[in-house]
């Protein structure tokens, strides 16, 4: 999902370079985000202010949602499937 929704807002932006500007990160930070499909907590709330909320911080960064991440570790440890 984070791949897609940086391609999105890369997009939106018209570059790589725009968008690092606009939330204060390098080019080669987005690039690397996009391609590994991992954005920080902090590129993830950048990005969500720069867009007025069009894109989630939570969507781009789901460890930002801690209910999520320790549901995910409960159904884990109880052995549920991924």
Do not use: W
Request: aromatic residues 6%.
């Amino acid at each position: 999902m984070s791949k897609i929704l940086m391609r999105k807002a890369v997009r939106e932006f018209g570059s790589q370079d725009k968008l690092g500007a606009a939330i204060g990160f390098s080019q080669t930070a987005v690039r690397i985000a996009m391609v590994k499909g991992h954005v920080s907590p902090v590129m993830a709330y950048r990005i969500h202010v720069a867009t007025k909320g069009r894109y989630s911080y939570l969507d781009l960064c789901p460890l930002l949602d801690a209910s999520r991440q320790l549901e995910l570790a409960r159904k884990h440890v109880n052995g549920a499937p991924k």
